[in-house]
């Protein structure tokens, strides 16, 4: 059973100063399960994304990526380790175009460098065309392959969110962390998102998902994590938490101010 | 966190601790002639520390290295020299004339180049104020050519001797303009609604607006404040060193040096910079090799990028990545 | 389907088409160059294409620093210099020493050099970065002049060492000597096309993405596996050792060094080719160079075409520095992608013109039958 926990959380504690941002939150995440973070603004979802990615550092707590404690590494020593994430707003590369984008996204799982590139060995020839031929793939996922040469940031702003998904998806990741993905997509794009990301599950690809679209949440969730203040108040299927009394509190709470 | 900010303070007591004792050794071991170093080193020091402060002026506001300070002490050197020594006005009247000048040539400058570039990257500003400082340097080699010009000192030229030392009363002009510069920009800084506000405005944009103050004229005041700072300081430093096109070039790095040595943004830290990169310059001088005094500045300018980048009075931003 | 995405988006065959049109042209210049325009123009233009040549060779590795990765430096003439030095010292003071391995020694020496301030050096950010590259050059500059016994302190060398050398050695490959203005010409302007052969794989490669990413957003570029401190480290490197490759060059071709030429003067006009060029163009340090190589020269030759000009108006060195600080300005604030977008635009222009009319006289063939 522990060799299927590809994501383990493990009483993280996050305090800035005086505040604590997360207190003691722990879950874990199984892989080829879809497990959606919700909570209300502020409640420290972006932070503990943070965290898990290894641009913050914990003030308490541990995190396990399959297995072996990633707290104190590097960005890209854990995307090396397989969990990529997506961000809240767009950071698409600027004056590069959307297959050059996604080619990005395999930077991890690839190595050569100037000197093997400079003299355009055989091997990092081949290391190359499996680059493009993973970006590509991406972008044929997300429904971008026609549009492969257009600059990126000229991209509607939809196909822009496909697009950093496609980048992340090149990176072949164990698990995939998307922070608000369907932030700003209309019924329609949000739909289409949903079924991308059921398809990746099928493919056996992990989720963590933070999103504030409870339709999206509810839509492909298995498991759903809720968050408040920090702590976590709830976790269930999406059908349990809906009628969570906590849960309907925390969000009413917030509203009727 | 905690262990960073006992290490800066350790960091910061010791280098006062290490100034001190350089001082010391240099007066026990050298006696009058060390005393003299000092003193040469105060004198040059103020100079560095009026330069130094008009890098901050800028920076505080508008958080641009502007390589062209330099460059506006040199103007007003040299047109100080072409009004009152060449053109028979009197000094008060030139001095007034030539910062006046130099004042409208940085306010133009602002808007022409610097205030279009407001979305740019900070290279491509740094990269303008460069090609700025080489317009008006070749600018000065043009109309003036190549050779020093000499103006003549404020109240005359005679060497006072004090403790076996020798100082050109000039310097007192020097030491003078220092205290009064700094208290006035200081206050205008710190004590006014219109300093304030454009310091807040530097820290933060969005507040900016909330106080009142655009970035627009922040960078604007900012420039004519530097200008009228840096020309003026020119020309009460002329008599001392020498004017000529090129002077504006060390003068700029060592300015600079001394900013940064200070605290970028702190106008007491300008002049704490200032002086103390003076004392040890000579002091090194004496000691090694005088063509490796230029280096002083350098290896200064180096130590605190890389150990301390916010100086000794400066405070901690996001400097490194 | 399969073609349109991988040539437009990597374009990498029409770079190399371009490169072989280019090294034509160029590699053609010493037949076409005198009698005309050289002559007509009063401009030896071989001679200015070697000085550009050399510096090429920096300015491809700072293009690469500055306009793809996004970082400054204010002091490459210290790497320049490094190589110069590097190799005059090794070749004149022990005439065994075999030039072309005073170049090599001296690119490498500068390399190690940039990889040693560049490791502490690189962690600081814009401005700052910058300031520290210009004391760093400074320092070189300032030991240039005071290692006396070593450099020739302000003489130079070969006038100011001790060993009786009437000048640096001419560069010698395998007996052949590069002692003639042309032969030289030759050399480098191979070794920079090979220089643009390795820049365009490394661009158009997952490295030349990898810096442009972290150009662009360090953080995303981080969250992508880019190790930016390794990448802006080695590309430092990089632009460190071809430095020192143009300097021990220059070193060989003018036979006299010193450290009046490796100022920082010099090293703001290589920011000057770099961003008149084209920051973040692949051609960029190419067109930057013959540019602003030519311009100082065409200035000072002009008065020869106008007979009769006053004499305070020819004094070329005037309008040159005013000419530098006014294009840095300009081109920074209008044209940061330089001359060489405008030509690469020119170029594709040209290119579509050429097939429509080419489609068009098949169609009115294929009409015919």
Known sequence: MVSQQILGIENITMQFGGLAALKDVSFSVERGEIKAVIGPNGAGKTTLFDILTGILQPTAGNVLLKGESVVGMRPDQITARGMIRTFQTIQLFEGMTVIENAMVGCQSRTHYGFIANGLRLPTAGREEARILKTARSALEDVGLETRAVETGTNLPYGQQRMLELARAISSEPDILLLDEPAAGLNQYETGELSSILTRFRDRGLTILIVEHDMGLVMDISDEVVVLDYGEIIARGTPDDVQNDPKVIEAYLGIEAD | ?321 | MDSKVEKPALGEKRDYRNLLILTIFILLIPLWASPLPGDVLHLDIVNIMVLAGVYACAVIGLNLLVGYAGQISLGHAAFFGVGAYTTAILTCHYSWFPTWLGVLVGAALAGVIGWLVGVPVLRLKGNYLAMATLGLGEIAFILFTQLKGLTGGTVGIPQGIKVKVGEIPALSVFGFRFDTDIKFFFLVWAIVMLLMLLNINVIRSRVGRGLRALHSSEVAAEAMGVNTARYKTQVFVLSAVLAGLGGALFAHFERYISPESFTFSLSILFITMVVVGGMGNLWGGVVGVIVLTFLPQVIQAMPQWIPGLPSNLTNFSNYTLVLYGILLVIFMMFMPSGIAAGLSRGVYLGEKQFKRMRDRVRARKYEGH
Do not use: C
């Not at chain 2, 050197?77 to 028979?88: A, F, Q």
């Not at chain 2, 001797?161 to 200081?186: D, K, N, Y």
């Open chain 2, 1 to 321: 966190m905690g262990r960073a900010d006992d290490r800066q303070r350790i960091l910061l007591i010791s280098s006062a601790i290490f100034i001190v004792l350089v001082v010391m050794l240099t007066l026990s071991l050298k006696g009058s002639t060390g005393f003299q170093w000092i003193l040469s080193g105060l004198t040059v020091g103020s100079i560095y520390a009026l330069i130094a402060m008009g890098f901050s002026v800028i920076y505080s506001s508008t958080r641009v290295i502007n390589f062209a300070q330099g460059e506006f002490s040199m103007l007003g050197g040299m047109l100080m020299y072409s009004i009152s020594v060449k053109g028979g006005v009197p000094p008060w009247l030139g001095f007034i004339l030539s910062v006046l000048i130099v004042t409208l040539i940085g306010a133009g400058l602002e808007r022409a180049a610097i205030h279009p570039l407001k979305e740019q990257s900070v290279i491509a500003v740094i990269i303008v104020t460069i090609g700025l400082a080489i317009f008006l340097r070749a600018l000065a080699k043009w109309i003036w050519g190549t050779d020093p010009v000499k103006i003549a000192a404020f109240s005359g030229e005679k060497a006072r001797v004090i403790w076996g030392a020798s100082i050109v009363p000039q310097s007192f002009w020097v030491f003078g303009f220092t205290v009064v510069a700094v208290v006035l920009v200081f206050m205008f800084f710190n004590r006014t609604l219109v300093g304030k506000g454009i310091r807040a405005a530097a820290m933060n944009k969005d507040a900016a607006s909330l106080v009142g103050v655009s970035s627009s004229t922040s960078s604007l005041l900012a420039w004519t404040i530097a200008a009228a700072l840096g020309a003026s300081a020119g020309i009460v430093i002329a008599p001392i060193n020498f004017a000529a096109y090129n002077v504006g070039i060390m003068l700029g790095l060592k300015g600079f040096t001394a900013a940064v040595l200070g605290g970028l943004g702190s106008f007491p830290g300008a002049v704490a910079g200032g002086l103390v990169l003076g004392v040890l310059e000579m002091i090194t001088a004496g000691v090694v090799p005088s063509g490796y005094k230029d280096a002083v500045a350098f290896v200064i300018l180096i130590l605190v990028l890389l150990i301390r980048p916010q100086g000794l009075l400066g405070k901690p931003e996001d400097v490194k990545v």
